[in-house]
């Protein structure tokens, strides 16, 4: 166990509708990062926050939203779902707004959403 | 824009054959250089950081290597408990799009069979 929590673990759901996914940090940590996972892309930032503010935005698309509550956990929120949007999303967490030096970003066991 | 390519995107290995997995990487003041494992249907997890050219660290079969252009994570004599995908990434300077955030390669794909 990693200490970064994320539910669902598996989630169906079908074109047109909205899911959320949560992730809880680990004990101390200030920062979640989300990524996305799929076999053509690998894994694919789409956003940080950093103790409740958003810190830093990649590739994630205007149907997707996050963000982060004062007890640190996280959501993120798509819409809209496409086929496309078939992937393992992951959470990870770190002290700082920044990878730690000892062991990165801790990554949580992911979310894997089908599309049908 | 910087760039993290590996290769091979697969490996199949026999049991004690060692052999090495070549991350290749553009970017402009490397912050820091990581590789993770993954294992199926598993988040990554953390093996190593590297810092600055000539930097080498060491955990158990694997040792990973820096110079200013890639990276090298080698297995020595591996077993078929190290079957997984091995994932480099690098960190950056801060830039208004990404921050600090990891760029990560596409990962090879290491089987070891018995």
């Known amino acids: 166990d990693s200490g970064v929590t994320q539910t669902p673990k598996h989630l169906i759901t079908a074109t047109g509708q909205r899911v959320t996914l949560r992730c809880s940090p680990r004990s101390g940590d200030l920062s979640v990062y989300w990524y996305q996972q799929s076999l053509d892309q690998g894994l694919q930032f789409l956003i940080q926050y950093y103790n409740g503010e958003e810190r830093a935005k990649g590739n994630i698309l205007e149907r997707f939203s996050a963000q982060q509550f004062p007890d640190l956990h996280s959501e993120l929120n798509l819409s809209s779902l496409e086929l496309g949007d078939s992937a393992l999303y992951f959470c990870a967490s770190s002290v700082s707004g920044t990878a730690n030096t000892n062991y990165g970003y801790t990554f949580g066991s992911g979310t894997r959403l089908t599309v049908v | 824009e910087d760039q993290v390519t590996q290769s091979p995107e697969a490996l199949r290995l026999q049991e004690g054959e060692s052999s090495s997995l070549n991350c290749s990487y553009t970017v402009s003041g490397l912050r820091g250089l990581f590789w993770y494992r993954q294992d199926p249907g598993k988040g990554p997890e953390f093996l190593f950081t590297?810092?600055?050219a000539g930097e080498e660290k060491e955990k158990e079969r694997l040792k990973a290597t820096l110079t200013k252009k890639e990276s090298f994570l080698h297995i020595t004599a591996p077993k078929p408990e190290d079957s997984a995908t091995y994932l480099c990434a690098v960190q950056a300077p801060w830039n208004s799009n990404s921050g600090y955030a990891l760029n990560f390669g596409k990962g090879t794909s290491l089987l070891v069979t018995p």
């Open positions: 590297l810092y600055s």
